[in-house]
């Protein structure tokens, strides 16, 4: 499986972002696609993940209500609708997948990684 992750910016705090991830590869209704983050000296941390085949979702607590997550099967394209963004929403984002029907949040299961792509959100 391949990724790549596109849609970063600069905006002010308050705005929207979509970031995609365009993924190719066999099989890829198996898999589960996430994102994960990382700030400037902190670790990397789980956004949100969906489930290719099923489309449930799951967010981490500091997105959830503010981001969305959404699959095109027909792009093989997977989105993450970023609204009402904090500063501290700044970081380095990243789609990866893992080969599973179920929700996944922890990086370390995944197994495919796309290069990231970097959010500002200016105060």
């Known amino acids: 499986v391949q990724l790549q992750a596109s849609g970063g910016g600069l905006v002010q705090a308050g705005g929207s972002l979509r970031l995609s991830c365009a993924a190719s590869?066999?099989?890829?209704?198996?898999?589960?696609l996430g994102w994960f983050r990382q700030a400037p000296g902190k670790e990397r941390e789980f956004v949100a993940t969906?489930?290719?085949?099923?489309?449930?979702?799951y967010y981490a607590n500091s997105v959830r209500g503010r981001f969305t997550i959404s699959r095109d099967n027909a792009k093989n394209t997977v989105y993450l609708q970023m609204n009402s963004l904090k500063p501290e929403d700044t970081a380095v984002y990243y789609c990866?997948?893992?080969?599973?029907?179920?929700?996944?949040?922890?990086?370390?299961?995944?197994?495919?990684w796309g290069q990231g792509t970097l959010v500002t959100v200016s105060s």
């Open positions: 990866a997948a893992v080969k599973s029907y179920v929700i996944v949040t922890s990086s370390s299961h995944y197994d495919y």
């Open positions: 590869g066999r099989a890829l209704s198996t898999y589960g």
């Open positions: 969906i489930s290719w085949s099923s489309g449930n979702s």
